[in-house]
């Protein structure tokens, strides 16, 4: 059973670009949550979802962010337009439940960096 | 101040050591979790405990409810156990229980 795949790895962009980020949760997983781990700082909660719905984006910055998780395919992380303060390392989760209630597995994490 | 609060921030201990790590928060939460991150690497969930104690190989963590703290320790510690130890919680208000708040870290160092 794989674990939880992030792709891709490293991504370099240069100010104004897109990035998507991907990630594809355990098999039989249906509860995807994405984190921000800026340089020197702790991990920030970005976004929770459950295939085709997304549960709670509070965590999403208001502008250029957005976030699915199709019926069919992985679940993107996608930022329009980056700016620099957007490097960071994204990382994926994923649960066959709730946060509160099932062990989390998380993937190895996208690292951005914009040039 | 931070809802989630580690201490220390960084740890250095010589191999064979017994190591705590402390965990306290100021939110009513409905579970938490002791996550392991390697310089560079990815993360792995250690623990996630919402009552008592867990105990896995020379891992061990233990939760106070009504305290709001907890701890992690590692008995006989080993340099391949150098990594940052995050502590996060899942609120326990009604909120999304998808929504982790993250302490800081603690940055573990063991020499041989």
């Known amino acids: 059973n794989a674990g939880v795949m992030q792709n891709p790895r490293h991504l370099v962009r240069r100010r104004g670009q897109e990035a998507r980020l991907r990630c594809s949760p355990m098999?039989?997983?249906?509860?995807v949550y994405w984190y921000r781990q800026l340089p020197e700082e702790g991990l920030k909660f970005m976004v929770y979802?459950?295939?085709?719905?997304?549960?709670?984006e509070s965590g999403m910055p208001k502008e250029r962010f957005s976030a699915e998780f199709p019926k069919e395919g992985p679940s993107i992380l996608r930022i329009q337009q980056v700016v620099r303060g957007d490097s960071a390392a994204y990382f994926c989760?994923?649960?066959?439940?709730?946060?509160?209630?099932?062990?989390?597995?998380f993937g190895e994490g996208s690292r951005l960096t914009v040039l | 101040k931070n809802e989630v609060e580690q201490s220390p921030q960084n740890l250095t201990a010589q191999e064979g050591e017994f190591i705590t790590i402390n965990c306290s928060y100021s939110?009513?939460?409905?579970?938490l979790h002791w996550l392991q991150q390697h310089p560079g690497g990815g993360i792995v969930s250690l623990f996630m405990?919402?009552?008592g104690k867990k105990k896995h190989g020379r891992l061990i963590a233990t939760i106070n409810i009504q305290e709001k703290h907890s701890s992690l320790h590692i008995t006989a510690s080993h340099p391949r156990d150098s990594a940052v130890y995050i502590c996060a919680v899942s609120r326990g208000d009604g909120g999304s229980q998808g929504n982790l708040i993250f302490g800081k870290g603690t940055k573990l160092s063991v020499k041989p």
């Open positions: 939110v009513g939460i409905s579970a």
């Open positions: 979802l459950q295939k085709e719905n997304i549960i709670d």
């Open positions: 098999k039989g997983h249906s509860h």
């Open positions: 989760a994923s649960s066959p439940k709730q946060a509160n209630t099932g062990e989390l597995f």
């Open positions: 405990l919402s009552s």
